[in-house]
C-alpha cells in the first residue's frame, strides 16, 4: 500500500508561485502515472495535471495550462506541481494521487479520478487578489 503526503500549499497573492510537493512511501511508484486534482466545497474534485509511468508525457486541464508544471524525480518518489501565474480561481485542497493501473498505456485516461487508487491528503492552496 502506498502512502501520499501533499506540502507546498499555503497563501499567495495573485500572479505569485507555489510549489507543491508528493512525497510517496511503502511502495514505489516507477510504474504508476501521478496526477494531480483540486477540490474547491461543493464541487467535484477536478483533474488538474497527470504525468505518465515513464515521465515522457505530461497533461493538463485547460485552465491550468501554461502555467502549471507536473514533474517527478527519476524514482517516483517524489511528484511535484509547479504553479506559476496564479489566480484566485485556483485556490483550492490540491491532491496528489497515483493511477490504478501499472505501466497505462500513453492513452491512459488521466483526467477520470475514478481510475486514482490512491490519494494524498491533500495540502490548501489560497490566492488572494
Known amino acids: 500500500q502506498v502512502q501520499l503526503v501533499e506540502s507546498g500549499g499555503g497563501l499567495v497573492q495573485a500572479g505569485g508561485s507555489l510549489r507543491l510537493s508528493c512525497a510517496a512511501s511503502?511502495?514505489?511508484?516507477?510504474?504508476?502515472?501521478m496526477g494531480w486534482f483540486r477540490q474547491v466545497p461543493g464541487i467535484e474534485r477536478e483533474f488538474v495535471a497527470a504525468?505518465?509511468?515513464?515521465?515522457?508525457?505530461?497533461y493538463y486541464a485547460d485552465s491550468v495550462k501554461g502555467r502549471f508544471t507536473i514533474s517527478g524525480d527519476n524514482a517516483k518518489a517524489t511528484v511535484f506541481l509547479q504553479m506559476n501565474s496564479l489566480k484566485p480561481e485556483d485556490t483550492a485542497v490540491y491532491y496528489c494521487?497515483?493511477?490504478?493501473?501499472?505501466?497505462?498505456?500513453?492513452?491512459?485516461?488521466?483526467?477520470?479520478?475514478?481510475?486514482?487508487?490512491?490519494w494524498g491528503q491533500g495540502t490548501q492552496v489560497t490566492v488572494s487578489s
Open positions: 504525468i505518465n509511468w515513464s515521465g515522457s508525457s505530461t
Open positions: 511503502g511502495r514505489t511508484l516507477s510504474r504508476y502515472a
Open positions: 494521487a497515483k493511477y490504478r493501473t501499472p505501466l497505462a498505456s500513453s492513452n491512459f485516461r488521466y483526467s477520470e479520478r475514478l481510475l486514482y487508487d490512491s
